[in-house]
Structures are given as C-alpha cells and as structure tokens.
C-alpha cells in the first residue's frame, strides 16, 4: 500500500516545514507549497530526503486560483490521490492600529490567509469526497489565537482573517462530515517563527511571552504535532474541532 500524501502550503518555513519535516520522518509522502522562498523550499526538500523520506516543493501562490489548480494538478500527476492538506500558508503586514490601515492592507492579508486556504480546500474537497469518488481524507487549517484575543494595537486584520478561518472550519467540516472528511484547525499562539520579523518585530514573541501562562513561546515543531495528531487516524472522531496550542494564553 502506497504512503498517505500530505500537502503543506507554505512548508518553506516555520510551522509549515517543520509540519512537513516531521510528516515526512513518519512516513508520509510531501508535498509543499511556497510562494516566493524557492531556496528555503529546496532546503526542507533536501533535509526529508537526506533523511529517507519523499517530498517534492511547487511554487504557488495559495491567493491565485490558477496557481491553486496547477498546483493540485501536479499533485495528482506526481503522487496521486491526495490524504490531508494542511492549509499553513499566511501572512502578517507591520503591526498598527486599525484607523491606521488602509483598505488593500485588509484585500492582502484576506487573500492570503483566507481567500488562499478558502480555493485549498475546495480542490481538497473535490479530489477527496466521498461524493465525487474520492476515499476521505482530513484537512487541518491554520488559525491563530488571535481569532479570540483580537490583536489590538497590532494586527486587528490578521485576527479577523483567522476569524473567518475558524468560521469556515466549523461550517466545512459539517458539510463534509458524511463525506468521509474530517476539517479541523490548530490556533497557535506566541510561537518562535519568522513571522514576526516580516511584520517589523523579530523579538515579538521574547516581548510578549510574559503575558503566557507558560511563561515561553512555543516551537513550530510543537504545533506540528498538533497538525500531524489532526491529520492522523488517532484523531478519526474529531472534526470542526479547534486546537489552541498557546502555551495556556
């Protein structure tokens, strides 16, 4: 029997390459997105194989249906039927208040954290519903704990974005249920990623993690197996479930 496929989108960095690293170490088949780091893409690509495992990296920009459709395309083309798709691709502008953004701040940040994980899910719907002939499969969204606390002062955008990520995980898993599709999401909190820098403060997380229960940040690695948990048949009753993986925040 053939390996399970496993789809990150944006597995250049972070919670993505970490997820797709440690899917990869347990025997899964990857296959990650990125939209602009094709060196760092190359870099996880190279490290799952150096240690034994299967993946391949396509460029694609998650916000661009056409990118979305040649990228399930090559999927099918390359390793066939696809198991779980972990829609990770997203992203943060400079933090301020909202009466300081401007409309096309809000267009970017929605098409990338939602419109992107809203065209995902749709071809993971098409090719793995039991409706349209597929045999299942998961989807595992990421949110963000920002969806509930709001991220005043910062990224009130963001947080409406992974807002309507929740929404639609609670709805799609409903409708999919007795497809054969289990759609859940984890909502990281204050984890040491990059993230941070692209929106103009690199030490964000050693700023704010007093304010954690746990008194640290989180790892991507932590959140991944949070991901991979969702993913897997352990969790074959969980769906519209939301994982907080925050440390206690």
């Known amino acids: 029997m053939a390996s399970p496929i496993m789809l990150v989108t ?28 094709a060196q760092a893409a190359d870099e996880v690509v190279q490290q799952i194989r150096a240690a034994g495992g299967t993946a391949i990296a396509i460029q694609a920009d ?8 040649r990228l399930f395309r090559t999927v099918d083309e390359q390793f066939g039927a696809l198991t779980v798709l972990v829609n990770n691709a997203g992203m943060l502008e ?42 299942g499969g998961s989807i595992v969204n990421l949110s963000s704990a920002a969806s509930r606390i709001g991220s005043p002062n910062e990224f009130i955008d963001y947080a409406a974005a992974k807002g309507a990520i929740d929404s639609m995980t609670v709805g799609l898993a409903k409708e999919v249920a007795a497809e054969s599709i289990r759609v859940n999401a984890v909502r990281p909190g204050l984890i040491y990623t990059d993230i941070h820098a692209s929106a103009g ?16 940040g989180g790892t991507p690695e932590e959140v991944a197996e949070a991901i991979l948990w969702l993913a897997s048949d352990q969790a074959s009753y969980l769906t519209g479930t939301l994982i907080d993986v925050t440390g206690g925040r």
Request: glycine residues 12%.
């Open 94 to 135: 400079q933090q301020m208040r909202l009466d300081q953004m401007d409309l096309d701040r809000w267009q970017r940040v929605f098409s990338a954290n939602v419109f992107g994980s809203f065209l995902c899910a749709k071809q993971a719907v098409l090719r793995m519903s039991a409706k349209y002939g597929g045999s």
């Open 10 to 37: 944006g597995g250049s960095r972070g919670i993505g390459a970490a997820t797709a690293r440690m899917a990869a170490a347990r025997g899964w088949r990857v296959v990650l997105s990125y939209k602009g780091q």
């Open 62 to 69: 998650v916000s661009v249906e056409a990118d979305v459709l």
């Open 201 to 216: 403060e690199p030490g964000r997380v050693d700023r704010a993690k007093a304010g954690v229960p746990m008194q640290r």
